[in-house]
């Protein structure tokens, strides 16, 4: 018999991939409600600065959303962001709905960071911003491996969203760990896992230099949270940086980010994409 503590294990593993098969096999919704759920933009077509939204729950959000929503978490005419059915549509939270689907989501990082990046010039050069949601919670890094099919559906969102002149990657922003602070192997596996990964995805996308913004856990799982953090703050790699989230507010359960936290943590990950292109960029 195997011992208890591997039963969650594997009870998450099934979990995720009940959630995944919804990524690789997306059958097209019926018109009506693909039409109130994902309203027409007449930029779907054009070319985009994309961002590929990856890791799992503070990723795809857990913000609880207050009424009316704070302007930072609105849609924008110009943030659009690839449905699992991938389509493109004005991007509306929850961001990860039909991707993170057994559990509900709130609010992540990664509105906050698009008007951050809209509000930073890049609304009057005309930019549209295409997000790509692939997170799920409750993942370990080891079901984001090469071969495995999140990553495999990471890797195939992204170039749907490139294909056809679809624009170009700004950068991939990973938010994962919590999962990985459980089980002693795995914590001190993070680091050497984190680097295979953003090698392997640079290779898979064929852009060596890509950008890869990387949060610092604020909160684990389990209790080798400071492991994971220091494998995150030691990834030997050029541009990967780090946006450190501890100490931001957590929602009751210790676990999740607050919409509050989700909001700064989104404005310092555009102000890391800002310095990490050497842009000079003024604080307000
Ligand atoms: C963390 O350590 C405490 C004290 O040793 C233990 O009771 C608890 O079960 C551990 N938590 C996990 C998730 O392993």
């Not at 195997?2 to 039963?7: F, G, H, Q, S, V």
């Amino acid at each position: 018999m195997k011992p208890a503590a591997r039963r969650p294990l594997l009870l998450c593993a099934l979990a995720a991939a009940a959630a995944l098969s919804f990524l690789l096999v997306a059958p097209p919704p019926p018109l009506a409600s693909l039409l109130l759920a994902f309203p027409a933009s007449p930029y779907a077509g054009g070319p985009k600065l994309v961002f590929l939204l990856a890791g799992q729950s503070n990723m795809a959000g857990r913000g609880l959303a207050p009424s009316p929503l704070p302007p930072p978490f609105r849609p924008h005419p110009r943030v659009l962001r690839l449905a699992a059915s991938r389509r493109w549509a004005v991007a509306a939270p929850p961001l990860h709905a039909d991707i993170d689907t057994h559990k509900a989501c709130g609010l992540g990082p990664a509105m906050p960071f698009a008007h951050r990046l809209l509000a930073g010039g890049a609304e009057s050069s005309g930019l549209v911003l295409g997000l790509v949601p692939c997170a799920v919670g409750g993942t370990r890094i080891w079901m984001w491996a090469k071969g495995e099919p999140l990553y495999e559906a990471a890797v195939a969102r992204a170039r749907a969203a490139l294909a056809a002149g679809g624009g170009t990657l700004g950068a991939v922003l990973w938010f994962q760990g919590e999962s990985d602070t459980i089980e002693l192997d795995d914590a001190t596996a993070y680091g050497g896992r984190m680097e295979r990964l953003v090698h392997d995805l640079r290779a898979d996308l064929g852009i060596p230099d890509l950008l890869v913004i990387q949060v610092g856990l604020a909160s684990g799982e389990g209790n080798y949270t400071d492991i994971v953090r220091e494998a995150q703050k030691n990834i030997e790699l050029p541009n990967v940086v780090l946006v450190d989230a501890m100490g931001l507010p957590l929602r009751d359960d210790q676990l999740h980010l607050s919409t509050e936290a989700q909001l700064r943590l989104g404005v310092e990950s555009n102000d890391k994409y800002h310095h990490s292109l050497g842009i000079f960029y003024c604080r307000v």
